[in-house]
Antibody
Framework: QLQLQESGPGLVKPSETLSLTCTLS??????????WGWIRQPPGKGLEWIGT???????YCNPSLKSRVTISVDTSKDQFSLELTSVTAADTAVYYC?????????????WGQGTLVTVSS | EIVMTQSPATLSVSPGERATLSCRAS??????LAWYQQKPGQAPRLLIY???TRATGFPARFSGSGSGTDFTLTISSLQSEDFAVYYC????????FGGGTKVEIK
């Protein structure tokens, strides 16, 4: 059964770059059937899609974040990564990685457990 | 951007009662609509996709309906484990989520 696990620093300073990695177990990121996404949730608030990547490296991003987001894939490690530049306190959130089915825009299942990233000096 | 609006924000229901949650899209999303259940401290869990297809592991008391701009999630007889926050998400275009409905014990 596929499981996803987010990893990365829990504290990032304002104006710096947030970097997270999602590692798959029990499945391959190179499957042609799936895409891989990042979603975030500020404390006590709702969900926001950040972006989605295919194993070929094709990326689809939320237009509101596109200028600051990079998503990459490492097929040799079954990992995909998120970089968010020039962070502010508004980027403080739990960051989730998830698999998407049925194309680049689809539902998300399963999800990683999430990792809290706090932006603070 | 397709804006998803959920109502009510909070729904107080007694165990055994029926719960009806609403999700409205700012433009048609066809049947490209998913629902998620989120419990405190946990990741969201896929509940419904394709507006009405129940995901693995959820019992038949959960049902989804609707198409176009108006969607409903119904829980026919609330159990203690169903008290949670429910989010809708459209994927007709780049994904967007509703603000959530918290189902709490009355």
């Amino acid at each position: 059964q596929l499981q996803l696990q987010e990893s990365g620093p829990g504290l990032v300073k304002p104006s710096e770059t947030l970097s997270l990695t999602c590692t798959l177990s029990g499945g391959s990121i190179s499957s042609s059937s799936y895409y891989w996404g990042w979603i975030r949730q500020p404390p006590g608030k709702g969900l926001e899609w950040i972006g989605t990547v295919y194993y070929t490296g094709d990326i689809y991003c939320n237009p509101s974040l596109k200028s600051r987001v990079t998503i990459s894939v490492d097929t040799s490690k079954d990992q995909f990564s998120l970089e968010l530049t020039s962070v502010t306190a508004a980027d403080t959130a739990v960051y989730y990685c998830a698999r998407t089915e049925s194309g680049r825009y689809s539902w998300f299942d399963p999800w990683g457990q999430g990792t809290l990233v706090t932006v603070s000096s | 951007e397709i804006v998803m609006t959920q109502s009510p924000a909070t729904l107080s229901v007694s165990p055994g009662e029926r719960a009806t949650l609403s999700c409205r899209a700012s433009q048609s999303v066809s049947s490209n609509l998913a629902w998620y259940q989120q419990k405190p401290g946990q990741a969201p869990r896929l509940l419904i996709y394709g507006a009405s297809t129940r995901a693995t592991g959820f019992p038949a008391r959960f049902s989804g309906s609707g198409s176009g701009t108006d969607f409903t999630l119904t829980i026919s007889s609330l159990q203690s484990e169903d008290f949670a926050v429910y989010y809708c998400q459209q994927y007709n275009n780049w994904p967007s989520f509703g603000g959530g409905t918290k189902v709490e014990i009355k």
